[in-house]
């Protein structure tokens, strides 16, 4: 598999606990979200992947030429402060000059922060393209998947497999590797740090953005009075 290079952002959703009032009646139980992959050459998927992949081939530039970049200018230090896609814009929750794009994440199943930590969807996505890289010689390069209830609106999700490249070692490689300047400043964000060990040409995770093909608010045509 050719792996593209590269990255999503990610816009870590923090986990929010609903505190309940002890005279509260528990609310039924919510069915858990339908996830389906989607075949990504079906008809189904293809506006969905056409813009979930232009999206990602944007964001795979932008990280690549922020960390190339940063590095220039700072060195590998100040690089982490880019690291990964921090600095995109969104506009009303679309990210800019891509309304139709939602949201962006980088995941793992190896994960430098928590804050990158997979949901229940991008874990069924990490595990199949984990499963797929142990039992075929060509592993997807897309994932299509939609999730919600059956006749609901739901939620589409496309998944990339990114690989290691040469310049992520200098961060993802061997810890022993890093200088102290280096390993100090990751390991001061990032106490526990289960993304290094990694070598070039292997797979790191996936890049994920989350398509909505309804117009945003502010696109839909305005009521006309009577
Ligand atoms: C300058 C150091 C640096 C380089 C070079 C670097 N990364 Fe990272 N990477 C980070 C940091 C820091 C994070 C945690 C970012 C955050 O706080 O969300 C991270 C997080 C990630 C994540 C999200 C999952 C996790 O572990 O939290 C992926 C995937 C990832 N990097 C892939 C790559 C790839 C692929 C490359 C090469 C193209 C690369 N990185 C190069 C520093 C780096």
């Known amino acids: 598999m050719k792996t593209p290079l590269l990255l999503a952002l990610s816009l870590a959703a923090a986990t929010h606990s609903l505190a309940q009032s002890s005279s509260a009646v528990a609310p039924p139980a919510q069915p858990a979200p339908q996830i389906v992959f989607v075949d990504p050459d079906g008809p189904e998927a293809a506006e969905i992947r056409r813009i979930g992949e232009s999206a990602m081939n944007r964001l795979s530039f932008t990280m690549v030429s922020e960390l190339n970049t940063a590095i220039?200018?700072?060195?590998?230090?100040?690089?982490?402060?880019?690291?990964?896609?921090?600095?995109?814009?969104?506009?009303?929750?679309?990210?800019?000059?891509?309304?139709?794009?939602?949201?962006?994440?980088?995941?793992?199943?190896?994960?430098?922060?928590?804050?990158?930590?997979?949901?229940?969807?991008?874990?069924?996505?990490?595990?199949?393209?984990?499963?797929?890289?142990?039992?075929?010689?060509?592993?997807?390069?897309?994932?299509?998947?939609?999730?919600?209830?059956?006749?609901?609106?739901?939620e589409w999700r496309v998944y990339r497999p990114i690989g290691v490249a040469p310049v992520c070692i200098r961060c993802h490689g061997n810890a022993e590797n890093q200088s102290a300047t280096l390993h100090a400043k990751l390991m001061e964000r990032y106490p526990v740090d289960n993304a290094t060990g990694f070598e070039a040409g292997q797979w790191r995770g996936l890049m994920r953005v989350t398509v909505d093909l309804t117009p945003p608010p502010s696109a839909k045509p305005a009521i006309k009075q009577p």
């Open 72 to 154: 220039a200018k700072g060195g590998l230090e100040a690089a982490v402060d880019v690291a990964h896609l921090t600095h995109l814009k969104w506009v009303n929750s679309r990210l800019e000059n891509w309304p139709q794009i939602t949201a962006a994440k980088l995941t793992s199943l190896r994960l430098r922060t928590p804050l990158n930590s997979p949901d229940a969807a991008d874990k069924l996505a990490l595990d199949r393209i984990k499963e797929e890289l142990s039992s075929s010689p060509s592993p997807s390069s897309v994932l299509v998947q939609r999730i919600g209830p059956a006749g609901g609106t739901p």
